[in-house]
């Protein structure tokens, strides 16, 4: 697996060229790229979360579209529309942004519930339907979708089942003092454009089946499923994560193994993929909202309360 720890190290230092201080960021994305996933990143405004999936795209030469998400945008707009042509009496397909590769689903949360859905599909299953006929994704095919936590006015806030679709969520953040010198230095000379290519797109997809064979011990795999059912026991939760969840955090856990440079996923990779991966999908109840309750701090409740199991280290032992 070094050979997949090695090129994903050089996709990290290609994108770190132009963002600065967001080492365990891009790797999270990398893992959800892995896994064949899609990112939702919530975070304020100006904080780099387009310049994170356009210096993605050029670091893996994927083809790049961005969907700015608005009230009157319809699904059309965003699967594509087929068109009369005169001149063969037939319908003619006309690919919408959405079928591209990578694609960033700017402000998510400011179309309607209806614009919403016409994603549902295509992030699941990798194909979109448009007038009865079925249309496969390119891949690899990766949505990276962004929302503001903080305005909420002319918003529409994304429902359960959307939620679900994005293996992963993530927060930039504000740069510290010396990073942000950093950003404002190299703001002279933007070297975004002068990203190239780092890895093929063969390889790519070879990586994404090599994820597949990352080892997960019987008892990682009980661990991963106990945490994920324990979400739906806690008093404080009104829905807990669904078995996606399960495989969300089983997936990524084998990505993030693989970033490390394993061959064999270990709980704490499962505890550092929990708050990612099951947060978003978790309803909390309102009075314990009212207590302050978050989802985050749910979880990572009950990443101290359900047991660690201690055989790995066997595995880890035979294969050092």
Same mark, same amino acid.
Request: glycine residues 6%; aromatic residues 6%; negative net charge.
């Given at each position: 697996?070094?050979?997949?720890?090695?090129?994903?190290?050089?996709? @990290?230092?290609?994108?770190?060229?132009?963002?600065?201080?967001?080492?365990? #960021?891009?790797?999270?994305?990398?893992?959800?790229?892995?896994?064949? $996933?899609?990112?939702?990143?919530?975070?304020?405004? $100006?904080? $780099?979360? @387009?310049?994170?999936?356009?210096?993605?795209?050029?670091?893996?030469?994927?083809?790049?579209?961005?969907?700015?998400?608005?009230?009157?945008? %319809?699904?059309?707009?965003?699967?594509?529309?087929?068109?009369?042509?005169?001149?063969? !009496?037939?319908?003619?397909?006309?690919?919408?942004?959405?079928?591209?590769?990578?694609?960033?689903?700017? #402000?998510?949360?400011?179309? !309607? &519930?209806?614009?919403?859905?016409?994603?549902?599909?295509?992030?699941?299953?990798?194909?979109?339907?448009?007038? =009865?006929?079925?249309?496969?994704?390119?891949?690899?095919?990766?949505?990276?979708?962004?929302?503001?936590?903080?305005?909420?006015?002319?918003?529409?806030?994304?429902? #359960?089942?959307?939620?679900?679709?994005?293996?992963?969520?993530?927060?930039?953040?504000?740069?510290?003092?010396?990073?942000?010198?950093?950003?404002?230095?190299?703001?002279?000379?933007?070297?975004?454009? #002068?990203?190239?290519?780092?890895?093929? @797109?063969?390889?790519?997809?070879?990586?994404?089946?090599?994820?597949?064979?990352?080892?997960?011990?019987? *008892?990682?795999?009980?661990?991963?499923?106990?945490?994920?059912?324990?979400?739906?026991?806690?008093?404080?939760?009104?829905?807990?994560?669904?078995?996606?969840? *399960?495989?969300? %955090?089983?997936?990524?856990?084998?990505?993030?193994?693989?970033?490390? $440079?394993?061959?064999?996923?270990? &709980?704490?990779?499962?505890?550092?993929?929990?708050?990612?991966?099951?947060?978003?999908?978790?309803?909390?109840?309102?009075?314990?909202?009212?207590?302050?309750? =978050?989802?985050?701090?749910?979880?990572?409740?009950?990443?101290?309360?359900?047991?660690?199991?201690?055989?790995?280290?066997?595995?880890?032992?035979?294969?050092?």
């Amino acid at each position: 697996m070094l050979q997949g720890q090695e090129a994903l190290n050089r996709i @990290t230092t290609n994108i770190e060229k132009v963002m600065v201080g967001k080492r365990r #960021e891009i790797q999270y994305v990398l893992v959800a790229l892995m896994c064949q $996933g899609h990112v939702l990143l919530e975070d304020v405004p $100006g904080v $780099g979360k @387009t310049t994170l999936v356009r210096a993605l795209a050029r670091s893996l030469g994927c083809e790049f579209r961005r969907i700015q998400f608005t009230p009157d945008l %319809l699904p059309s707009d965003v699967t594509g529309v087929s068109v009369f042509n005169q001149r063969t !009496s037939e319908f003619e397909f006309r690919p919408g942004p959405i079928m591209s590769q990578v694609v960033l689903a700017d #402000e998510i949360n400011r179309t !309607s &519930p209806k614009t919403q859905s016409a994603l549902l599909e295509c992030m699941e299953e990798g194909q979109i339907t448009v007038d =009865g006929v079925t249309h496969k994704m390119s891949r690899p095919f990766l949505v990276l979708a962004t929302q503001n936590p903080i305005e909420y006015e002319g918003t529409f806030p994304l429902p #359960e089942a959307q939620l679900d679709r994005f293996v992963l969520r993530l927060r930039l953040g504000y740069p510290t003092f010396e990073e942000e010198r950093m950003v404002v230095e190299r703001a002279k000379q933007p070297p975004l454009e #002068e990203l190239s290519q780092v890895v093929s @797109t063969a390889d790519l997809l070879e990586l994404q089946r090599m994820v597949k064979e990352i080892h997960v011990d019987d *008892s990682v795999t009980d661990y991963i499923v106990h945490l994920v059912q324990a979400t739906r026991e806690h008093r404080d939760v009104y829905l807990g994560a669904s078995p996606r969840g *399960s495989i969300a %955090l089983y997936r990524t856990s084998q990505a993030l193994a693989m970033i490390r $440079g394993r061959e064999y996923v270990t &709980p704490d990779d499962v505890k550092e993929m929990a708050l990612l991966t099951l947060a978003h999908r978790l309803i909390v109840k309102p009075e314990a909202q009212l207590r302050g309750a =978050g989802a985050e701090q749910l979880v990572a409740e009950l990443l101290t309360q359900v047991k660690v199991p201690a055989g790995v280290k066997q595995y880890a032992a035979k294969h050092a």
